[in-house]
């Protein structure tokens, strides 16, 4: 994680572009406009990518997703159907190296704070080693881990990265009490 850490201030573009055009894809999009206020509806609607965009609006894309009430899976799904749409802005290089063989979840993971700071500005990622197949990863400092909605598409999104690099990968949100704007998966991988 960067020392200090600071909590997170914005989101890209990029990411909040890619969920919305998800929520579109869904059919649910006219319940999610019905949600935003006019402000936020506003600048979510005009977005331009590569771009720096408030907290607050962020917090609001996501808490009218949570509103739509989408099932877990569902959430995930989201979030991997956004990984998709964004993975070749965000994470280029990844997956070319993605491509080449002999690469696994372990070249990227460790990587995951420099990428994480391309989507967000503040908070922080850590990646810790469970076994040779299996991490623990802690994101700390963003209030976006508030929204279930939001823990579930990032679990989405995590999937998507490390299926670039094995068979399968599974993820799954630490049970028991979540510390204020954190999470923390676990993730395995064949």
């Known amino acids: 994680m960067p020392t200090p850490i600071a909590p997170i201030r914005h989101a890209r573009s990029t990411v909040l572009i890619g969920s919305i055009a998800t929520i579109r894809e869904s059919g649910r999009f006219a319940e999610y406009e019905a949600r935003l206020s006019a402000a936020h509806r506003d600048i979510l609607f005009n977005l331009v990518a590569g771009t720096w965009v408030p907290l607050d609006v962020a917090y609001a894309h996501y808490d009218a997703c ?3 009430s989408f099932p ?17 802005t965000l994470l280029g290089t990844v997956i070319r190296m993605a491509k080449e063989a002999g690469v696994s ?32 990863i802690e994101v700390v400092q963003n209030r976006l881990c508030e929204s279930r909605y939001y823990r579930n598409a990032l679990r989405g999104l995590v999937l998507g990265v490390t299926d670039l690099f ?3 990968s599974y993820a799954s949100e630490k ?3 979540r510390a204020p704007m954190a999470v923390t998966f676990r993730l395995q991988w064949a």
């Open 66 to 68: 949570e509103y739509l």
């Open 72 to 88: 877990p899976e569902q959430q995930i799904a989201n979030g991997r159907a956004t990984f998709d749409k964004t993975s070749g």
């Open 105 to 136: 979840p372990w070249n990227i993971l460790p990587q995951y704070q420099r990428f994480w700071s391309r989507g967000y500005d503040g908070n922080g990622v850590a990646i810790f080693k469970l076994g040779p197949k299996e991490a623990r």
């Open 166 to 168: 094995c068979t399968k």
């Open 175 to 177: 049970p028991g009490v």
